[in-house]
């Protein structure tokens, strides 16, 4: 693998949620996230709705202390029913 594939920890990490507009998906992801990596701030934490209104993307800046962190947080979102996709 090249050095450019490789993540360095601890470093601030973008994981990037989406799902229905009309879910309660900021609470379910934020819980989630935040039981592995601890409160977020809110200026981490942005939010877009689909130009139709129908669907919520969530940007959350986590400061990421290791790949199995990540692996854990990736592993509860896709297990969540509210998300549609976690990037």
Same mark, same amino acid.
């Given at each position: #693998?090249?050095?450019a594939g490789l993540q360095?920890?601890?470093s601030d990490f973008p994981i990037k949620? #989406?799902?229905r507009?009309?879910?309660n998906l900021r609470a /379910?992801? /934020?819980a989630i996230i935040e039981q592995h990596t601890g409160p977020q701030h809110e200026s981490s934490i942005r939010t877009r709705t689909s130009?139709?209104?129908n669907f919520l993307a969530l940007t959350y800046l986590v400061h990421a202390t290791?790949?199995?962190q990540l692996d854990a947080i990736y592993r509860e979102l896709t297990a969540c029913k509210s998300?549609? #996709?976690a990037l």
């Open positions: #693998m090249s050095e360095e920890f601890p949620v #989406m799902g507009h009309d879910s /379910q992801t /934020q130009s139709d209104g290791s790949r199995e998300v549609l #996709m």
